[in-house]
T-cell receptor, first 117, second 112 residues
């Protein structure tokens, strides 16, 4: 089945530094990738939608300058948390789909646990 | 905006018994998909079952089945013959307008 690889699975960084999280589709071309954030014991909140070759669409309340999303190829999207602060500590999950349209299935990565000290 | 509501933050069921998890949603669209995802402690999102809105027949996957009431915008999940491995967070999700929106989740505990 389709696999989405997310790296790293966990990362600890110091406040003020930037962290990059990668999301790769291993056996299909992902025209659209989604980035979610999940706080402990809470639901997944959509942060942004990225389409290959175009700017990401951010959800209301998500700072686009803080959470930089790049979807440079059909198999890779990256989320960079810039100038990270302790309140950015969370679980980040990406998902990818092959094409637009309601019939295309979504595949999830295993998530990245970010801890900012 | 679409909203998904799960009114049961926690549920428990005796092993081998049946449990039903509730989900309601709000939408003005006619074409969409509904999903139930399972999230075990590993945090991996596992698709349990999906339902196309245009299909009247309720989806089933082995021990998992749904009760889809389109007019009432209700989408409940029934787990039959509950097993210890079913213990997890369960999220109801709505896919429409190119977005997947999750409910707040229900933590399911299986009592041996």
């Amino acid at each position: 089945g389709a696999v989405v690889s997310q790296h790293p699975s966990w990362v600890i960084c110091k406040s003020g530094t930037s962290v990059k999280i990668e999301c790769r589709s291993l056996d299909f071309q992902a025209t659209t990738m989604f980035w979610y954030r999940q706080f402990p014991k809470q639901s997944l909140m959509l942060m942004a939608t990225s389409n290959e070759g175009s700017k990401a669409t951010y959800e209301q309340g998500v700072e686009k300058d803080k959470f930089l999303i790049n979807h440079a190829s059909l198999t890779l999207s990256t989320l960079t948390v810039t100038s990270a602060h302790p309140e950015d500590s969370s679980f980040y999950i990406c998902s990818a789909r092959e094409d637009r349209g309601i019939n295309s299935p979504l595949h999830f990565g295993n998530g990245t646990r970010l801890t900012v000290t | 905006a679409q909203t998904v509501t799960q009114s049961q933050p926690e549920m428990s069921v005796q092993e081998a018994e049946t449990v039903t998890l509730s989900c309601t949603y709000d939408t003005s669209e006619s074409d969409y998909y509904l999903f139930w995802y399972k999230q075990p402690p590993s945090r991996q999102m596992i698709l349990v079952i999906r339902q196309e809105a245009y299909k009247q027949q309720n989806a089933t996957e082995n021990r998992f089945s749904v009760n889809f009431q389109k007019a009432a915008k209700s989408f409940s999940l029934k787990i039959s013959d509950s097993q210890l491995g079913d213990a997890a967070m369960y999220f109801c999700a709505y896919f429409g307008n190119e977005k997947l929106t999750f409910g707040t989740g229900t933590r399911l505990t299986i009592i041996p």
